[in-house]
């Protein structure tokens, strides 16, 4: 049974920082590629950042929605088969519940659809 559990969110104000983590288990975790999605309320289920099998190590591994290109980072550690994603900067927009997502697919990460598990999610809220 595939579990991805989500940790890390929280209050905040702007300008200020979380690092997300999402431990996986029920997984051969480094066959997976992994990425952070995020719902706003009333919004669609949106692409944050992604991170590919082998690791985050170069910019090549990692590719994020332009919006978090310079706040946030994606890494990995498939010895620890666990995801982060550290968020700087933040801003009220960011406000969301970020999911951890899962896929063994070669189709775009972009489309939430293409993910195979997810987790449940933690809140992130970023006070004004």
């Known amino acids: 049974q595939v579990q991805l559990v989500e940790s890390g969110g929280g209050l905040v104000q702007t300008g200020g920082s979380l690092r997300l983590s999402c431990a996986a288990s029920g997984l051969t975790f480094s066959n997976y590629r992994m990425g952070w999605f995020r719902q706003a309320p009333g919004q669609e289920r949106e692409f944050v950042a992604g991170v590919r099998r082998g690791g985050s190590r170069g910019a090549s591994g990692t590719y994020y929605v332009d919006s978090a290109k310079g706040r946030f980072t994606i890494s990995r550690d498939n010895a620890a088969n666990t995801v982060y994603l550290q968020m700087n900067s933040l801003k009220p927009e960011d406000t969301a519940v970020y999911y951890c997502?899962?896929?063994?697919?070669?189709?775009?990460?972009?489309?939430?659809?293409?993910?195979?598990?997810w987790g449940k999610g933690t809140l992130v809220t970023v006070s004004s």
């Open positions: 997502a899962a896929t063994s697919r070669s189709s775009t990460m972009y489309n939430p659809h293409n993910m195979d598990y």
